[in-house]
């Protein structure tokens, strides 16, 4: 039945021909009066028709945001959180930080059994992982302060691409083939890629959601306490009663984005500005780039072996001093943020570096795996010159998989992201050091790096991406590749990715980029290497001053994604 009507879905298409839109791969996409570079293209698509509408780039980033919940829900999301950059057409910059929390019930010894080992995975599986979610409280304070466009003007085109549909796609449907009939847990998942004849949407059929829908309704009418209280948060509280969740209307009243000022550098003629903690993103990316310019990296030239170590190297030691320092600010206010974004500690640091020998990772400290990699970036420019960087999440791909069908969108698993057993850090890969140990109402450390680098005082590279912890790395190498190697952003984005995160100590390298010459150059130095397939799918949008114009490129590794300009 499904082949069926694939094959009668194939043939309308085949003759439909431009109706279904393709994503876009390794070229940019030009726009004067603004740009949506996002993980869907119908998500780019709703913002531009928001810039079109006079809004601006926050107007814009809240439609584009609210568009993925219903259109890449593997990260998109209103059950997750993230974090805004965003830069102001007078140059100032601030930030939303609009991440997740743990729960009032929560503890640090929440995740152990008796012997104090992780049990069943439950900091990435059930309900116990599930975070207070911030995405709407976070796209509502942003909203209120800087949109233009009313809220139900922003958050309207998401929810007609829930009750109308949209095109189910081939990615998409990829992922209903795996995960519809997969897991029992996973309550939501079974009936989430179906239609009303309980079959899997097909591609080039539409796909609509009618929970979500009205989910999405309420909080276009109520703004952010149709999501916090109301019915929404008893339906939440609800659910997370009936499946062994934690979390509470309490919980959910008491739940506020916040405002941070970014974290920042100046690099050549160039201003990097930064989501500050409980990101680490920003911290280790300055610190990064702070470290390549006392090594002059100018001098080097890209994709040889001395870059590739020396990029490494600068890794290595900015993701140990993530683990050692960085946490919650709120409940952390001793972190030593200025000084690891110091240029005179980026020199100390590089005191010890060796261009011959890779250094060693002291396993006796800190380290941590890769984390969930399903975190979505989209970057957002408009006519008067205000940029939105924006990263948001819920952690694994459809996060925790489980979410209440009436209310039809899916939790995140980031409690996965706090340190699990208090004072037990491993060699591949646990940290147990206190700065991110959970507590009630704490933000677990997150590595998202929205980030907008400025030249005289205007937007001049939006980046981002999602990852894991690599994301910090691809955005750092990313941002290289523009203000060091002069490349265009649809390069930059595609050019050879590497990953250090100090713990497990290897190299990990994008398969087939890296040449055999400068591999055996770097495993004779002391490197141990690790090829993968991809690493990154970054969303960038530079300005080009000869044209006046933005010039946007997503990541031909996204399925569905697009620059859309006007
Ligand atoms: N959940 C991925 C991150 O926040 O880094």
């Known amino acids: 039945m499904i082949f069926k009507k694939q094959f009668l879905v194939s043939l309308f298409l085949g003759a439909a021909g431009l109706l279904y839109p393709f994503s876009q791969t390794f070229s940019q996409t030009y726009g004067k009066n603004g740009m949506v570079v996002s993980d869907h293209y119908l998500a780019s698509e709703a913002g531009i028709e928001i810039l079109k509408k006079g809004g601006n780039a926050i107007d814009a980033a809240v439609a584009t945001a609210f568009a993925l919940a219903v259109t890449h829900p593997e990260a998109g999301n209103i059950g997750g959180g993230g974090f805004i950059v965003f830069m102001k057409s007078d140059g100032d910059v601030t930030t939303f930080d609009f991440r ?87 309550d939501i998942m079974k009936n989430y890629f179906r239609g009303a ?82 990101s680490s993103g920003g911290v280790a990316l300055i610190e990064m780039m702070n470290l390549l310019e006392a090594a002059d990296i100018s001098s080097i030239e890209f994709n040889s072996t001395p870059y590739v170590h020396i990029v490494a190297e600068a890794m290595r030691r900015a993701f140990a001093d993530r683990a050692e320092f960085l946490g919650d600010p709120d409940f952390n206010p001793e972190m030593p943020v200025n000084k690891l974004i110091s240029k005179d500690f980026a020199k100390a640091r590089f005191q010890n570096l060796d261009m011959n020998h890779a250094s060693p990772s002291d396993p006796s400290k800190y380290g941590q795996l890769y984390g969930g990699d399903h975190t979505t970036h989209f970057s957002v420019t408009d006519k008067d010159g ?12 459809y996060g925790v998989k489980m979410g209440s069908s009436k209310l039809g969108f899916i939790f995140n698993n980031e409690m996965g992201d ?35 680098v400025a030249k005289d005082g205007k937007p001049y590279l939006v980046i981002g991406s999602p990852g894991g912890r690599t994301i910090i790395n691809t955005v750092f190498q990313t941002v290289l590749n523009v203000l060091v190697y002069d490349m265009r952003i649809d390069r930059a984005i595609e050019a050879m990715k590497i990953h250090h995160q100090w713990l497990p100590n290897q190299i990990v390298y994008e398969q087939n980029l890296l040449s055999p010459d400068t591999k055996a150059a770097l495993e004779k130095m002391g490197h141990k290497l690790r090829p993968t397939t991809n690493l990154g799918v970054l969303m960038g949008i530079t300005f080009d001053p000869e044209l006046g114009t933005w010039v946007g490129a997503s990541d031909s590794s996204s399925e569905d994604g697009a620059a859309k300009g006007y």
């Open 386 to 397: 205000n940029a939105v960087s924006l990263t948001y999440t819920l952690e694994n791909s």
């Open 197 to 278: 004849d309980g079959e899997i949407v097909t591609p080039g059929e539409l796909w609509k959601q009618p929970a979500l829908a009205k989910t999405l309704e309420e909080i276009k009418k109520h703004g952010r306490d149709g999501f916090y209280k109301g019915k929404v948060a008893e339906e939440i509280e609800a659910y997370m009663k009936s499946n062994g969740g934690i979390i509470t209307q309490e919980d959910l009243a008491k739940y506020e984005a916040v405002e941070r000022k970014p974290v920042s550098t100046k690099f050549k003629d160039f201003e990097i500005f930064s989501m500050p903690p409980p």
């Open 100 to 186: 997740e929390k743990a729960p009032l019930a929560a503890s640090p010894t929440m995740f152990l059994d008796e012997n104090g080992n992780i049990k069943d995975n439950s900091n990435h599986r059930g309900l116990l992982s599930v975070g207070v979610p911030g995405t709407v409280a976070g796209l509502y304070q942003a909203h209120q302060k800087y949109g233009k466009l009313s809220w139900k003007e922003v958050v309207d085109p998401a929810v007609k691409l829930a009750k109308k549909g949209f095109p189910m796609s081939w990615g998409l449907y990829r992922v209903a083939l795996r995960m519809s009939d997969r897991d029992d847990s996973w």
């Open 418 to 452: 706090f340190n699990p057993v208090p004072g037990v850090t491993t060699e591949t890969g646990q940290i147990g050091s206190d700065p991110n140990l959970v507590a009630p109402e704490k933000r677990m450390l997150s590595s998202m790096t929205p980030t907008i």
